[in-house]
C-alpha cells in the first residue's frame, strides 16, 4: 500500500525551514579544526629585479640572505612537486565540509581501518600559496607572495605580511608544509620530519657553550644528530651556532665562546606580525643588556616573546612526546609518514597494482628552523622525499592522489584517533592516536 502526503504550500514552506534548521544545528554541532596546507619555497633566489632576500631587518633594512629557492634535479623541481601534492590535500580534506564530500572521505577512511562508522568533523582547510614565481614573470617583486618573514612594498615602504604571519593569522591547529631534499650519493632516499627544539634544550646548550655543564648530555642526547650547515664544524659546534641565532640573532664563532658579528640572522621574532613581537621601541635596546645583548654574559631573557618560549604549551610542541623527543612536532610529522608509508601499499593493493618498497623514515633534520618555531599550531614539517630519487618522485607524482589521500586521513586520525588495520608484512604502522589538543586551551587562538 502506498501512502501520498500532500502539503499546502504554506505547510511545505514550514516544513523546509524546519529541515534547514536540523541540518544547520547538525552541521554547527561538529567539530572544525583548522589545517594550512604550506608547500615550501615559491619563489626566486635570483631575483634580476634585486629583491633577493627572505628576511628583512628593520635595524639594518636590508634583507639577511637570499630567498631559498628550494631544490631541483634537471627539470624536476621541488617547488612544482610540492605544489601539486600540497593541492591535492587540500582537496580531499576540502571534502570534509559537505555532507556529500563526507561520504567520499568515509570511503577513503575504510581503506585504512575495519570500522564503518567514524566521528564526523570538518577539516578546514587553506593553502599558503597556489603558484610559483615562474606563473607571474613579470611582477615587480617575485618574492613578495612567497617570503616567510614580514617585508616592505618596494613602493610604498608599508610593512607587508610574510607566511608566517599569514599562517598565524588563519590561527590553525595543524600546519602541513611539505618540501623535497637532495639525495647525496648513496642515500636512498625516503622521508624525515624537520624539527626545531624548545628553550629547554637550548638553555642546556648555552650552559654547554659558558662551559657550565658537560656536552655528554647533549652528545649522548636525542638532539645531538644536528643539521651540519658549516662545514667543517661538528654537530656540537652546529648546535652552539644555532644556540647563538636562537638567543642573539648572531652566530657563534666556532669556539662556541665569542659572537660572530659578521654572520647576523636578525631577531626573528620582530619580523612577524603577532602578539609575541616586541614593543615598537625594541630597536633602542640593541646591544643593551637585556633581550638584545650580543653575548650570554649581558643576555636577560625578557619579553612577551621569551614568556612564550618558556611556557610549557611551547615545551609539549617541541620537547619530549610520543616519539621520545620532539614534542607534538615531532609526533605529527612521523605520524603523517607513517600514513603514507603505509597508505601507498594499501591503496596500490587495492588497484592491483604492485609497488617497490617505499624510501625508509630518515632521522629527523634538526637546527633553527622558523616555521616549527614561529608558529602558534603544531607543525608537521615534512621533507617528503627525494628530488633526485625516481623512487619518490614516482609515489609524488604518479601516485599524488594516493598519497594525498594518506596524509588527508593521517591529519583526521591526529584530530580524532583511527583504528588502523593491523598489517603486519609493512615496515610501518601508524599509531592512530589522537593529539591531545585539549591541554592546548586557547593557544591557537591567541596569537594575534
Not at 355 to 368: A, H
Request: glycine fraction near 8%.
Amino acid at each position: 500500500m502506498t501512502i501520498v502526503v500532500f502539503f499546502s504550500s504554506i505547510q511545505l514552506h514550514k516544513f523546509l525551514i524546519i529541515l534547514s534548521l536540523v541540518l544547520v544545528s547538525t552541521l554547527e554541532a561538529v567539530p572544525v579544526f583548522r589545517i594550512v596546507v604550506d608547500p615550501g619555497h615559491g619563489g626566486i633566489a635570483k631575483d634580476p629585479k634585486a629583491q633577493h632576500g627572505d628576511k628583512y631587518d628593520s635595524v639594518t633594512q636590508t634583507y639577511l640572505e637570499t630567498y631559498k629557492q628550494g631544490t631541483e634535479h634537471h627539470n624536476v623541481t621541488e617547488r612544482k612537486v610540492v605544489l601539486d601534492l600540497a593541492k591535492e590535500v587540500h582537496k580531499i580534506l576540502k571534502l570534509t565540509e559537505t555532507e556529500a564530500g563526507w561520504k567520499e572521505f568515509e570511503v577513503y577512511l575504510k581503506l585504512f581501518s575495519k570500522k564503518t562508522d567514524f566521528q564526523r568533523v570538518i577539516l578546514e582547510s587553506k593553502l599558503t600559496r597556489e603558484s610559483s614565481f615562474d606563473d607571474d614573470p613579470s611582477s615587480e617583486d617575485p618574492n613578495a607572495a612567497y617570503r616567510l618573514y614580514d617585508f616592505p612594498d618596494p613602493k610604498t615602504g608599508v610593512r607587508r605580511k610574510g607566511r608566517l604571519s599569514k599562517i598565524n593569522e588563519l590561527k590553525p591547529h595543524l600546519v602541513l608544509s611539505l618540501h623535497l631534499n637532495p639525495a647525496s650519493k648513496g642515500q636512498t632516499g625516503g622521508m624525515g620530519a624537520v624539527l626545531t627544539p624548545g628553550y629547554k634544550t637550548f638553555s642546556k646548550l648555552k650552559k654547554i657553550s659558558d662551559k657550565k655543564s658537560s656536552p655528554n648530555g647533549f652528545v649522548n642526547g636525542p638532539w645531538s644528530e644536528w643539521l651540519i650547515f658549516q662545514s667543517g664544524w661538528s654537530k656540537l659546534e652546529n648546535a652552539i651556532a644555532d644556540t647563538w641565532i636562537y638567543f642573539h640573532g648572531y652566530w657563534s664563532k666556532k669556539n662556541g665562546k665569542d659572537t660572530d658579528l659578521s654572520k647576523f640572522e636578525g631577531y626573528r621574532q620582530n619580523m612577524v606580525s603577532w602578539r609575541y613581537a616586541d614593543d615598537s621601541n625594541w630597536e633602542k635596546q640593541i646591544g643593551k643588556p637585556g633581550p638584545y645583548a650580543t653575548n650570554h654574559e649581558s643576555f636577560a631573557e625578557t619579553g612577551k616573546f621569551w614568556e612564550r618560549e618558556k611556557g610549557k604549551k611551547e615545551e609539549w610542541r617541541r620537547e619530549g612526546g610520543k616519539e621520545g623527543f620532539g614534542g607534538d612536532n615531532h609526533y605529527v610529522s612521523k605520524e603523517l609518514m607513517r600514513f603514507v608509508q603505509y597508505g601507498l601499499p594499501v591503496q596500490l593493493k587495492e588497484k592491483d597494482s604492485p609497488y617497490p618498497e617505499l624510501g625508509p623514515i630518515q632521522k629527523p633534520y634538526i637546527s633553527t628552523y622558523s616555521l616549527p618555531t614561529y608558529i602558534n599550531a603544531l607543525c608537521a614539517f615534512i621533507e617528503i622525499g627525494y628530488v633526485n630519487r625516481s623512487r619518490d618522485m614516482k609515489y609524488l607524482t604518479l601516485n599524488k592522489k594516493e598519497t594525498a589521500i594518506s596524509l588527508a586521513v593521517g591529519i583526521y586520525s591526529l584530530f580524532v584517533g583511527l583504528d588502523v588495520k593491523k598489517n603486519s608484512k609493512l615496515p610501518y604502522q601508524p599509531k592512530g592516536k589522537k593529539v591531545n589538543w585539549e591541554r592546548y586551551e586557547t593557544y591557537f587562538d591567541d596569537v594575534l
